[in-house]
C-alpha cells in the first residue's frame, strides 16, 4: 500500500483558499486519490477523489502532477466551519479498506 | 437521504466484559466496514464484509469478531474488554468493494471501558 506524507496542521482565515499537499511516492498504477474530512466525533466523510489531472466537485479542487507523486487538495474561500482533520489516501485496488495516515489539521481563523 | 446507522451511540463496560455493536448501512449497499479509532488517533480498518462474507481483515483483535447479516447489517462483538478499547468506532458502507467507491461513515459508537 502506497503511504502518504502530508502536514501535520494548517492555519487559515476565513475567505482565504487551502491548499494542502499530500506526498505519495510509491503510488501504484492503478491507484485513485481519495481525500476525506473529519470533524471532531464525526466519522470522515469524503470530499473528493481523483486519478490524474484536476478534479473538480462543489467543495473542492484535487490537482494531481503527471508524476501522480503527490496530490494538492485545494478549498476555495474556507469557512470556519472547515476546521477539521483532512486525510489524504490511495486507493489500493486489490483491497477496500481505507488506510488512514496521519492527517492534516486545518484550522480556520475569523 | 439514509444515513448509515450505528447503535448504541454510547456504551459503558466494565474490564473483562462483552460489547457488541451494530451498524445497519445505507440501502443497496453490500459492503460493510469498521473502524476505530482511538483517542487523538486516526481511524484504523478492523475488518469488512462484502455479501455476507469477510472481504478485507485488517488490525482486529482476537477477543473481536464480527459479522454480516442477510439484512447488510453487521454486528462487531467484543470480548474480554480491555482499558484500551475505549475508541470511537466507526461502521462504513459503500456500494461493492471497488477501492474507488466513496465510503460513506456512521455517526460511530463511543466505547468507554473501565
Known amino acids: 500500500l502506497a503511504k502518504t506524507t502530508q502536514p501535520i496542521s494548517m492555519d487559515s482565515y476565513e475567505g482565504q483558499e487551502v491548499n494542502i499537499t499530500c506526498s505519495h511516492n510509491n503510488i501504484a498504477t492503478n491507484d485513485y486519490i481519495t481525500w476525506y474530512q473529519q470533524f471532531p466525533s464525526q466519522g470522515p466523510r469524503f470530499i473528493i477523489q481523483?486519478?490524474?489531472t484536476k478534479v473538480t466537485n462543489e467543495v473542492a479542487s484535487l490537482f494531481i502532477p503527471a508524476d501522480r507523486k503527490s496530490s494538492t487538495l485545494s478549498l476555495p474561500r474556507v469557512s470556519l466551519s472547515d476546521t477539521a482533520v483532512y486525510y489524504c489516501?490511495?486507493?489500493?485496488?486489490?483491497?477496500?479498506?481505507?488506510?488512514f495516515g496521519t492527517g492534516t489539521r486545518l484550522q480556520v481563523f475569523p | 437521504a439514509a444515513g448509515v446507522i450505528q447503535s448504541p451511540r454510547h456504551l459503558i463496560k466494565e474490564k473483562r466484559e462483552t460489547a457488541t455493536l451494530k451498524c445497519y448501512p445505507i440501502p443497496r449497499h453490500d459492503t460493510v466496514y469498521w473502524y476505530q479509532q482511538g483517542p487523538g488517533q486516526d481511524p484504523q480498518f478492523l475488518i469488512s464484509f462484502y455479501e455476507k462474507m469477510q472481504s478485507d481483515k485488517g488490525s482486529i483483535p482476537d477477543r473481536f469478531s464480527a459479522q454480516q447479516f442477510s439484512d447488510y447489517h453487521s454486528e462487531l462483538n467484543m470480548s474480554s474488554l480491555e482499558l484500551g478499547d475505549s475508541a470511537l468506532y466507526f461502521c462504513?458502507?459503500?456500494?461493492?468493494?471497488?477501492?474507488?467507491?466513496?465510503?460513506?461513515f456512521g455517526p460511530g459508537t463511543r466505547l468507554t471501558v473501565l
Open positions: 481523483g486519478y490524474k
Open positions: 462504513a458502507s459503500s456500494p461493492g468493494t471497488d477501492s474507488y467507491n466513496e465510503q460513506f
Open positions: 489516501l490511495v486507493g489500493d485496488m486489490n483491497t477496500d479498506k481505507l488506510i
